[in-house]
Structure formats: C-alpha cells, structure tokens
C-alpha cells in the first residue's frame, strides 16, 4: 500500500543523476525494474553493455521498506569497473556515496546479499551416515517431502523416513 514503482524509479534515476556527478563519472543509462521475484536478495545490476545497466530490486523489498539504499548499492555496481563485485574497487565508491548520501551502503547488502546467495536455506542430514544433502530451493520436493526421502548412501531401506531437516535461513 502506498508504494508507487513509478515514483520509485523517478526518485532512483534522480540517485542516478546525483551519483554520477558525485563520482565525476559519465551517467550510466539503466533500465530499473522495481519488480523482480526475489525474496533473499534486495537488488541485482547487470551489465548491459556499453554504459547500459538494468537493475533490478526486490518486489517485496519495495513494497516493505525504503530502497534508497539498496539502489545506492546497485548503482555502485554500475559505477564500479566490470567484475569488481564488492571488492577494493567497488567499497572505495560505496563509501564515497554513501558517505554524501549518509547511507551504509557497504556492509547491509554486501554481507547479507552475498552470504545469504552462497548459503544453502536448508539441509537434510542422514542419521544412519551423517551425509548432508544441501538444499538450495525452497520449492524442491525434498524439502517439501523430506519424510518421504531416503539417503542414496544408505539406501531406502535403512534411511526411509529418517533424515533430519534443519532450516537453516
Ligand atoms: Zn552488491
Ligand atoms: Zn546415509
């Protein structure tokens, strides 16, 4: 309620605007898409080529809370050289733009966007051998079934049934 994606996007580009004259950089062009399905990560910026970039933030996360700092975030993608990911080159502009923009824009997202990405939201341990089976989507069967899944080391007979599920984000 009350969020307007049109709104959202004009008060980004505004960001965009600011960001490059900040940075002394030549103002990317980016394509903002204010609706993207992703429930564990805020925002995305991909490299179209050249000086095009489409970034894209969170449904939910727009629809919940301020996203000003999570395109601030993004842009900085945008800013940063090509494959710089959250390293030297990309925190040395996110803490110059987060600093004018009086926003902490380099520890929230990249600890949380990354860890979270890289980590499996649950697992499945067998009892019988203490293998872990990683389960990285919530829509799988194992997940949803996992009292009728079996351990392949051990095999159906001696695991059906019993692996033990531990949700772990
Ligand atoms: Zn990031
Ligand atoms: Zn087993």
């Not at 008060?11 to 960001?19: G, R």
């Not at 601030?72 to 600093?99: F, M, Q, R």
């Not at 860890?115 to 989507?137: I, M, N, Q, T």
Request: net charge positive.
């Amino acid at each position: 309620m009350g969020y307007d994606a049109r709104k959202a996007k004009k008060e980004a580009e505004k960001l965009n605007q600011e960001v490059a004259k900040l940075l002394g950089k030549f103002q990317r062009t980016i394509d903002w898409d204010f609706s993207w399905k992703a429930n564990r990560t805020h925002g995305k910026c991909v490299h179209v080529g050249g000086s095009r970039y489409k970034i894209l933030i969170s449904k939910s996360l727009a629809e919940e809370s301020d996203v000003r700092n999570t395109v601030l975030h993004e842009l900085c993608h945008a800013y940063a050289p090509t494959g710089s990911g959250h390293g030297p080159n990309w925190k040395a502009i996110a803490d110059k733009v987060g600093n004018a923009f009086g926003e902490n824009i380099t520890r929230v997202s990249s600890k949380k966007h990354d860890a979270d990405s890289r980590k499996p939201f649950a697992e499945l341990e067998c009892p019988v051998c203490g293998h872990v089976y990683k389960l990285w989507k919530r829509t799988s069967y194992a997940y949803k079934d996992s009292s009728r899944c079996w351990c392949s080391h051990c095999g159906k007979e001696r695991s059906y049934g019993k692996l033990i599920k531990r949700v772990l984000r």
